[in-house]
């Protein structure tokens, strides 16, 4: 069975440009998950859609948006960009959403570099 | 609020030597953990879970935790490690219904001929 794909994997961005990000879960997995990784941060929650419905939201500003198709392919999106947007964001799907018998599985991750 | 805590931000072993890593839980995560591990340019790979029951967990590549609740810890041990296992660890936890998982803030293990 494939796992997360994530695309691109490498993106160079200018500051005040907006960037897409895309994830293609693990077959027959409804839930996707997005997390930003930075070395000052860690990892920190963006957003889980399920069946097209964004079901819970971390703090990030309304420039972080995201959807889900009805394939469960998910992408994810940043409006104008600022250097700390900087970071490794990594997807993850599991089967109904995180929880005690549905684990996340990652993608290897898209690192958006702003300049 | 909720908290995963990981007490060391880097360990270094050598091969062969037995590790533990260190993670602390705040009790409104407790319901279920993860430990996941991260090597370079890649994402995270699950490495072990805890739901209930047993307090020992066994996970791949022959990490195994133990989860202890009077302590809220969830400690990652290896018997003996391997060069291969040099990569960077994160212990997560969250709650049903929430949705996403709340991760410590890594533990780089190293690992030395």
């Known amino acids: 069975k494939a796992g997360v794909t994530q695309t691109p994997r490498y993106l160079i961005k200018t500051r005040g440009q907006q960037v897409t990000l895309s994830c293609s879960p693990i077959s027959g997995h409804r839930s996707v998950s997005w997390y930003q990784q930075t070395p000052g941060q860690g990892l920190q929650f963006l957003f889980e859609y399920f069946s097209e419905t964004q079901r819970n939201k971390g703090n990030f500003p309304g420039r972080f948006s995201g959807r889900q198709f009805s394939n469960s392919r998910s992408e994810m999106n940043v409006s104008t960009l600022e250097l700390g947007d900087s970071a490794l964001y990594l997807c993850?799907?599991?089967?109904?959403?995180?929880?005690?018998?549905?684990?996340?599985?990652f993608g290897n991750g898209t690192r958006l570099t702003v300049t | 609020a909720q908290s995963v805590t990981q007490l060391d931000s880097q360990v270094p072993v050598f091969e062969e030597a037995p590790v533990e890593l260190r993670c602390n839980y705040s009790s409104s995560v407790s319901v279920y953990l993860f430990w996941y591990v991260q090597y370079p340019n890649q994402g995270l790979q699950l490495l072990l879970k805890?739901?209930?029951?047993?307090?020992l967990v066994k996970g791949i590549n022959g990490f195994e935790a133990e989860f202890n609740k009077s302590q809220t810890s969830f400690h990652l041990r290896k018997p003996s490690v391997h060069i291969s296992d040099t990569a960077e660890y994160f212990c997560a936890g969250g709650m049903d219904s929430s949705y996403k998982l709340i991760f410590g803030s890594g533990t780089r293990l190293l690992v030395r001929p």
């Open positions: 993850a799907s599991s089967l109904a959403g995180t929880s005690r018998n549905s684990p996340l599985h």
């Open positions: 805890y739901l209930s029951g047993s307090t």
